[in-house]
């Protein structure tokens, strides 16, 4: 699938920083309404895959294979495609059709204007596909703001997928643009892949207004309070927090 930005260099002067910022429930509240949406269409095509041909799998089968290859992979995605022969362009399609998704999406007001204030150019990096993420950057009037827009279908390596947390891709995605980890700030709600890019030298700030207590799928593991974990330099509660903390991201 084409995007309408490519990895190439990005001409940046030599000490301003790298925003790199996730998307769902990191710029806009996607366990609202869009999550949910999301999730049913993905058990209704899991559902599918897994059954005889005539009978969907159970609701049990589906939810043991989507958090096992969660789980094992990072992206349930993964798991389908090694072991089930699924096309992701086909499963990204499916489960991100949604009929009504401008009116799904909660955001807070001035994400233009924040944007503007924070120094250096800005890349979304998000493992959603291309259209979703490029119809919801035009309803939240951010997609004049990323210099670049790495998707998901982007997301490949040796003509393999790897999504975050994938420190290959990390480490692809640092040379194609000619980048230093260590002027980069990823801005996420995901731990998982927060930790992947600390390990990499990044710095990293952990986004937690839109995270539900317990839930694995944006804490990457079940926490009972939301305790900034060594390999997050910033934890805020919106991203509108960001200008105030940057001392703490050079």
């Given at each position: 699938?084409?995007?309408?930005?490519?990895?190439?260099?990005?001409?940046?002067?030599?000490?301003?920083?790298?925003?790199?910022?996730?998307?769902?429930?990191?710029?806009?509240?996607?366990?609202?309404?869009?999550?949910?949406?999301?999730?049913?269409?993905?058990?209704?095509?899991?559902?599918?895959?897994?059954?005889?041909?005539?009978?969907?799998?159970?609701?049990?089968?589906?939810?043991?294979?989507?958090?096992?290859?969660?789980?094992r992979?990072?992206?349930?995605?993964?798991?389908?495609?090694?072991?089930?022969?699924?096309?992701?362009?086909?499963?990204?399609?499916?489960?991100?059709?949604?009929?009504e998704?401008?009116?799904?999406?909660?955001?807070?007001?001035?994400?233009?204007?924040?944007?503007?204030?924070?120094?250096?150019?800005?890349?979304?990096?998000?493992?959603?596909?291309?259209?979703?993420?490029?119809?919801?950057?035009?309803?939240?009037?951010?997609?004049?703001?990323?210099?670049?827009?790495?998707?998901?279908?982007?997301?490949?390596?040796?003509?393999?997928?790897?999504?975050?947390?994938?420190?290959?891709?990390?480490?692809?995605?640092?040379?194609?643009?000619?980048?230093?980890?260590?002027?980069?700030?990823?801005?996420?709600?995901?731990?998982?892949?927060?930790?992947?890019?600390?390990?990499?030298?990044?710095?990293?700030?952990w986004i937690?207004?839109?995270?539900?207590?317990?839930?694995?799928?944006?804490?990457?593991?079940?926490?009972?309070?939301?305790i900034?974990?060594?390999y997050?330099?910033?934890?805020?509660?919106?991203?509108?927090?960001?200008?105030?903390?940057?001392?703490?991201?050079?």
């Amino acid at each position: 699938m084409a995007s309408f930005v490519d990895w190439s260099p990005v001409n940046i002067t030599r000490n301003s920083p790298v925003w790199l910022f996730d998307l769902d429930n990191t710029l806009h509240n996607a366990s609202h309404a869009i999550f949910p949406a999301i999730m049913a269409n993905m058990n209704v095509y899991i559902a599918r895959v897994l059954g005889d041909g005539v009978t969907p799998a159970s609701e049990e089968i589906v939810n043991a294979a989507r958090t096992k290859y969660w789980r094992r992979y990072g992206a349930t995605i993964l798991g389908l495609v090694k072991h089930h022969g699924v096309i992701p362009a086909h499963f990204l399609h499916e489960t991100h059709a949604l009929a009504e998704m401008a009116q799904m999406i909660r955001a807070e007001r001035g994400l233009r204007q924040l944007m503007r204030r924070l120094p250096g150019r800005k890349i979304l990096l998000t493992n959603a596909p291309h259209r979703y993420s490029t119809q919801v950057l035009r309803h939240l009037g951010l997609h004049r703001e990323f210099g670049h827009h790495v998707s998901v279908e982007s997301m490949t390596v040796h003509r393999q997928m790897r999504p975050k947390p994938s420190k290959l891709m990390l480490r692809h995605l640092m040379r194609r643009h000619r980048l230093t980890p260590q002027r980069c700030i990823l801005v996420e709600d995901t731990l998982a892949n927060l930790r992947s890019a600390h390990a990499l030298g990044m710095r990293t700030a952990w986004i937690t207004q839109y995270l539900t207590i317990g839930d694995t799928a944006g804490l990457a593991h079940p926490q009972k309070r939301l305790i900034r974990p060594a390999y997050v330099d910033v934890k805020v509660k919106s991203v509108r927090n960001l200008p105030a903390r940057l001392h703490h991201l050079r």
